[in-house]
């Protein structure tokens, strides 16, 4: 058989169908959420029902999450099975291995550079001594120009 043809049917056999009014827009009845996951948390951590704990009064059964790691190192699609008021019961539909946005660094000059840090968010650090002149910033373009203003201007 090939894979684009369907099994033949067996004799005698009644198999079940759906019923012509089934189909509804997903929208109707799922909905999908996107979050970013705590600095400390891990994959497997999320599994867990207390991870959920103060969020589980915006989600219900079948409601899809994609969750990613505050270093941006990973992401999950996890689908809500139970809301209790510990949390919730998840079941992890898909896990991506992503490139970490820690290893995103920009030079800015000979003396600083901008990096992402987790718990900082972006920031612009001293070469020398790691030392973080701009930080909790929420994109590399805001915390480059935060910086840029505090720079000497050149005199024409």
């Known amino acids: 058989m090939k894979a684009d043809e369907a099994p033949a049917p067996a004799?005698?056999?009644?198999?079940?169908?759906?019923?012509?009014?089934a189909p509804i827009e997903a929208q109707h009845y799922r909905r999908t959420f996107w979050m970013k996951a705590p600095p400390e948390a891990t994959r497997e951590d999320v599994s867990y029902m207390e991870f959920w704990t103060g969020v589980q009064?915006?989600?219900q059964r079948h409601d899809i999450v994609h969750v990613l790691a505050d270093d941006e190192s990973w992401e999950l699609e996890v689908c809500i099975e139970a809301v209790r008021t510990a949390g919730c019961e998840i079941s992890v539909r898909?896990?991506?291995s992503r490139k970490p946005i820690s290893s995103a660094s920009t030079p800015l000059g000979d003396n600083?550079?901008?990096?992402?840090?987790?718990g900082m968010g972006w920031c612009v650090v001293r070469?020398?001594?790691?030392?973080?002149?701009i930080k909790g910033l929420q994109s590399e373009a805001a915390a480059v120009l935060e910086w840029?203003?505090?720079q000497p201007r050149k005199v024409a």
């Open 11 to 21: 004799a005698g056999v009644k198999r079940p169908r759906i019923a012509p009014h």
């Open 57 to 59: 009064k915006y989600l």
């Open 94 to 96: 898909k896990s991506y």
């Open 112 to 118: 600083h550079r901008s990096e992402w840090r987790a």
């Open 127 to 133: 070469t020398s001594d790691g030392y973080p002149v």
């Open 148 to 150: 840029q203003k505090t």
